[in-house]
């Protein structure tokens, strides 16, 4: 059995997990998830619900036998404008020149297999046509998000980062 791009192969060559289109039906998955790997970090169904309404093609589940295991939030937004912790967005600004990667969450299970690489090059790839890629660093990732070319920028203001705690890093890429 041949290996697709996003997914990875049990010992016996079954498939195991692949990364596609969220759906309405995953969001309770999508919140269990997001309440487990982020409980400083809390948000509401809605948020996720407005992403997703909002720009479906910025959001992924990963499922492993048919659960899912991981999720993928990604949408344009002006670059000096990045959203609030748990708050929903409404639109996607018609003067948008960044995509922002919102979050990228995956279960322990499914950890170290390479998995979150295809969903970000995924993203990025959504995101193609727009200046740059940005995103807020949260538990101290800096460094993990340094190995898929952001770095620290600094233009924008603290105040801007509050709601996503004190060691929130604000970071960009070109597209």
């Known amino acids: 059995m041949t290996k697709t791009k996003g997914e990875a192969l049990g010992e016996e060559g079954e498939r195991k997990a692949l990364w596609r289109a ?15 790997v982020h409980p400083g970090l809390p948000e509401d169904e ?14 992924l589940v990963l ?15 002006r670059l000096s404008e990045p959203p609030e912790l748990n708050v929903p967005i409404e639109a996607i600004p018609a ?20 998995l979150i690489t295809h969903a970000i090059e995924r993203l990025l790839a959504t995101g193609k046509g727009l200046e740059v890629a940005c995103l807020i660093s949260v538990y101290g990732t800096v460094d993990f998000w340094s190995r898929f070319g952001f770095e620290r920028d600094f233009r924008m203001p603290a105040a801007k980062l509050t709601s996503y705690g004190a060691d929130a890093v604000f970071m960009t890429r070109p597209l």
């Open 95 to 114: 003067d948008r020149d960044a995509f922002y990667i919102h979050d990228v969450a995956l279960l322990p299970a499914v950890r170290g297999q390479g």
């Open 46 to 59: 809605a948020v996720f619900a407005s992403r997703l309404s909002t720009f479906p093609s910025g959001c």
């Open 22 to 36: 969220m759906k309405p039906r995953d969001l309770p998955a999508v919140l269990a998830i997001a309440d487990k």
């Open 63 to 77: 499922e492993r036998n048919g659960i899912v295991n991981g999720y993928a939030m990604a949408h344009p937004i």
